[in-house]
Every structure is written in C-alpha cells, then in structure tokens.
C-alpha cells in the first residue's frame, strides 16, 4: 500500500522524490508544531520543507516538513543544541524550542493589537 501511494503521489500527482520521503517521514505533520498538513486544504496549502540547518545541503536528514508558520519564525536560524549532540532529533528539538519562544511574542503583539483595536471601537 506505501509503495503505492508513493508511486501515485510521485507520478499521477508529479510530487517530488524528496517531499514523498519527508512527508511519509513526518506523519504529513508539521515537525515543529505538529499541525495536522492534511487535515484541510487551508493547512495543505501551508505545507513546507525546511533545511534544518539553513543554507546547508540537501540530504534528507537535513529537511522537515514545516507549516509556513513555523519556517517563518524559524527563519535562517542554526539550532544549536549541546557538543556532540548534533543528531536530527536534537536539531529538530532545538528548532522547536526558538519557534515555541518566537510564537510566544507573536501572540503577546497580536493580543496587544487586539485590545489596542478594539479600543477604538
């Protein structure tokens, strides 16, 4: 059945090799945030790969599948994680942490903006 799904989706739908392998991976979900990319069309069309180190090579264990939220706020940034602890896991992990601490502050500005709106109604 995977087998088939792969040859339909890299086929029939023209996805590339390298989205197949990295959405099968994921789950079709958002590494950093988990959002569900197959749950609507509105969360499909976010779908995105992210190098998890920005700017480095294309290997398969340097890419995640990202909602657009999450590789913008990521955006350029070198997770750093411990000395000699540079698997996947831990990059993902330490990517995870910056774009917890950066969807924090969006949301402190959003609220503020919302009261600051509201205000002058």
């Not at 390298?18 to 590494?31: K, L, M, P, S």
């Not at 294309?58 to 909602?67: D, G, P, T, W």
């Not at 000699?84 to 993902?92: A, M």
């Not at 992990?93 to 903006?113: D, G």
């Amino acid at each position: 059945m995977r087998d088939r799904a792969k040859h339909i989706l890299k086929h029939e739908l023209h996805w590339p090799d390298y989205q197949v392998d990295v959405g099968i991976r994921a789950g079709f979900r958002c590494e950093y945030c988990g959002k569900d990319l197959l749950e609507s069309y509105e969360n499909y069309d976010q779908w995105q790969v992210d190098h998890i180190i920005p700017n480095g090579n294309n290997a398969l264990e340097n890419l995640a599948l990202s909602c657009k939220l999450c590789n913008f706020l990521k955006r350029h940034t070198i997770p750093t994680v411990s000395a000699g602890n540079t698997d996947r896991e831990s990059l993902i992990n330490a990517a995870k942490a910056i774009i917890s601490e950066r969807r924090r502050v969006k949301e402190k500005i959003f609220l503020r903006t919302l009261e600051v709106i509201k205000s002058l109604r």
